[in-house]
């Protein structure tokens, strides 16, 4: 495997590690905060957009300082310009990648039982092979239309061990809540098969700034009349730092992290990285003494890990967008 394939899969690794610990933390938030979905995404897309756009400027000011210093080559431009047509297929990006996907997610989880959020979001990296597809003539090979389909079986079977068990949780699963995951579901997958040649073409900096920017301002519209009447004094501080873990680790570093991983490897392996969220969540359960460890979670575990394998040896994932290789 090269090495740029490697970065690629740890990025998207550890991505999906972050959003596998933000569900378990967007229950609490999403039931205790009393802060409408559509509130705490823009909270999210401020900082993200600040902190992004701080970044470009304290790169922007290095760049300045060593070209006074004769360090920095005559070509290299100061900052990354990026045309109009590009900022148009940004925007575009934008709404499919982050606003539309992060926006259903926040409602999906106020509306829909753990278990069968787990369940649903399992058909991701299958919508994403169909959408790479079509988009980026990624082909379906055997190999790894069974890798997808092992995992698949094996994330399944190690959610419903999970919860077999369980009493009735007091949350319900709406049909808005169903809507709202399934949209989340596709959304994304044909954010991961159509954008990775435009994710590529730029520095991660460089699309997050405007990416979050513009997600920021869709949602300035709606969230500002909600933030009026929000009750931010009675969020207890538990629930603060759950934000907090939320703006900052599921936001900016995760959203810094996949790119790094879409422009390395396919679409499909990037969303098959997705199974690790209700694994984390799992471990947490586990970890936590309100779930056990058996012998059958650990067969599934398997399978979910050798289906990502089978998918990585296949042809169809040995490709860098970067490279044209």
């Known amino acids: 495997m090269k090495k740029s394939q490697v970065i690629g899969h740890l990025a998207a690794a550890v991505t999906y590690v972050i959003f596998g610990l933000n569900i378990v933390f967007c229950r609490d938030i999403a039931t205790e ?21 701080l970044v470009s400027l304290l790169d922007y000011v290095r760049k300045r300082r060593r070209k006074r210093k004769g360090l920095l080559a005559e070509t290299e431009p100061l900052y990354e310009k990026v045309p109009f047509p590009d900022l148009m297929k940004i925007f575009g990006a934008a709404v499919i990648g982050i606003f ?41 090979t055997w190999k790894k239309a069974g890798g997808v389909l092992l995992s698949f079986v094996g994330i399944v079977w190690i959610i ?9 949780a007091n949350q319900e699963t709406t049909a808005m809540g169903i809507t709202y995951t399934i949209l989340n579901c596709a959304i994304f997958a044909l954010y991961l098969g159509t954008c990775r ?16 920017l513009v997600s920021l301002v869709l949602s300035l519209p709606f969230a500002l009349p909600k933030m009026a009447t929000s009750d931010f004094a009675a969020i207890s501080t538990t629930v603060w730092l759950e934000i907090g873990f939320l703006i900052l680790f599921a936001t900016f570093v995760a959203y810094f992290l996949l790119p790094i991983g879409q422009a390395r490897i396919r679409p499909t392996l990037v969303s098959m990285y997705g199974y690790l969220q209700p694994l984390i969540a799992i471990a947490v359960a586990i970890a936590s003494g309100s779930d056990r460890l058996t012998l059958t979670k650990v067969v599934a575990a398997l399978l979910v890990f050798a289906g990502v394998w089978i998918v990585t040896t296949s042809k169809a994932a040995d490709f860098d967008v970067r490279t044209k290789k």
Do not use: C
């Not at 419903?160 to 009735?168: D, E």
């Open 160 to 168: 419903l061990q999970s919860n077999a068990h369980k009493g009735a």
């Open 33 to 53: 905060s009393g802060l409408a979905p559509i509130t705490l995404f823009a909270m999210r897309a401020l900082v993200a957009a600040a902190l992004f756009w």
């Open 100 to 140: 539309l996907p992060q926006v259903t997610f926040l409602n999906a989880i106020a509306q829909t039982k753990p278990v069968d959020l787990s369940i649903i979001t399992t058909i991701t990296p299958i919508l994403t092979m169909f959408s790479a597809a079509i988009f980026l003539r990624e082909p379906i």
């Open 197 to 212: 040649k435009l994710v590529a073409r730029y520095s991660v900096v460089t699309m997050m700034k405007w990416m979050f």
